[in-house]
């Protein structure tokens, strides 16, 4: 008989607990499928880049790449230990990565406050390491930051939400929020996986609260 996991019983591993994984990186297009942008770096100084756990990276990175002033979008791992980790290890909990979507933006074009409302609404960000069904550390969610300024920003995005889900009767948020590791990419059919396959899974759609970037 099926049992679900309980996801209070879980936690990332120790980065001596993890996989070894392997020294090669996965191989990618070089082209996104839908901007027709470069897909790895490294990027022009213009463009900032910051990462977004939000459960499965197939929906997510859909929300993000019809964002316009956002370059490029990937999908991959961050957040753990295991070097250049594969799909199946990933979901074995033992890499200490989080499926998550790199995002590249132009801060000309795109206020961060915007990527956060795509983020914070997008998804359940009080669940704790899972999202919906899928249960498990991959799943968890996180924003990973590449300066202080976006640190601070993630930070304060996170305390305005909070407010908003409390005055809505939710629960407390579990989001990590911290410096960018290593991103790795995942494999090359899970880029751009909504646009390859219309009908997929996707299941975002949390928008039972709406994000109200704070002052300042």
Not at 60 to 82: I, L, M, N, P
Not at 114 to 135: A, C, R, S
Not at 164 to 184: C, D, K, Q, V
Request: proline letters at 7%; hydrophobic letters at 35%.
């Amino acid at each position: 008989m099926f049992r679900r996991v309980d996801p209070r019983t879980l936690t990332v591993p120790a980065p001596e607990e993890t996989l070894p994984g392997r020294a090669t990186p996965i191989e990618v297009a070089p082209e996104h499928l839908v901007l027709g942008t470069p897909m790895t770096g490294p990027f022009d100084e213009r463009y900032q880049t910051i990462l977004f756990g939000m459960g499965c990276f197939w929906g997510a990175e859909r929300f993000f790449w019809q964002q316009a002033g956002v370059y490029t979008t990937a999908a991959g791992y961050a957040g753990g230990t295991t070097p250049n980790p594969t799909y199946e290890e990933t979901c074995t909990g033992k890499t200490g990565h989080t499926e998550a979507v790199l995002v590249v933006f132009d801060p000309a074009e795109v206020d961060l406050s915007i990527l956060f409302k795509i983020f914070w609404e997008n998804h359940d960000p009080t669940q704790y390491m899972g999202q919906g069904n899928d249960v498990g550390t991959q799943y968890r969610s996180a924003i990973y930051t590449n300066s202080d300024q976006q640190m601070t920003a993630a930070s304060a995005s996170r305390d305005a939400y909070q407010a908003s889900l409390r005055t809505a009767g939710f629960g407390e948020i579990t989001t990590e929020i911290a410096p960018a590791g290593e991103f790795y990419y995942a494999e090359d059919y899970h880029q751009q996986y909504l646009a390859k396959n219309p009908m997929g899974y996707c299941n975002h759609g949390f928008c039972q609260v709406e994000f109200a970037a704070p002052a300042g």
